[in-house]
Nanobody, 118 residues
Framework: QVQLVESGGGLVQAGGSLRLSCAAS????????MGWFRQAPGNKRLIVAT????????WYADSVKGRFTISRDNAKNTVYLQMKSLRPEDTALYYC???????????WGQGTQVTVSS
């Protein structure tokens, strides 16, 4: 089993920065992708950024390109999401997730709240 624990959320003014962390434990393995998702109240959960654990290839949603950076520290089994130039529309509950053997996101953290004030 895999456990994911997010941290680093909080309240920040527009234009500010936050760094989210996602610590993985359990059967971490090596051939999977980690992703950050977000869900605002009344909206669907949307994918924000992904990173492959072994290769380090990344992908970003258009809405965050140039502002967010996903990275990982394999030694710490941790994935990060550095968020800069935050906007009120970035306000959401942010989740990290990991793909399982099927290639779909099978493991989820509990989420960390990010609130950006205008």
């Amino acid at each position: 089993q895999v456990q994911l624990v997010e941290s680093g959320g909080g309240l920040v003014q527009a234009g500010g920065s936050l760094r989210l962390s996602c610590a993985a434990s359990g059967r971490t393995g090596s051939t999977y992708t980690m992703g950050w998702f977000r869900q605002a109240p009344g909206n669907k959960r949307l994918i924000v950024a992904t990173i492959t654990w072994s290769g380090g290839s990344t992908w970003y949603a258009d809405s965050v390109k140039g502002r967010f950076t996903i990275s990982r520290d394999n030694a710490k089994n941790t994935v990060y999401l550095q968020m800069k130039s935050l906007r009120p529309e970035d306000t959401a509950l942010y989740y990290c997730a990991r793909t399982g053997n099927s290639g779909t996101y099978s493991y989820w953290g509990q989420g960390t709240q990010v609130t950006v004030s205008s």
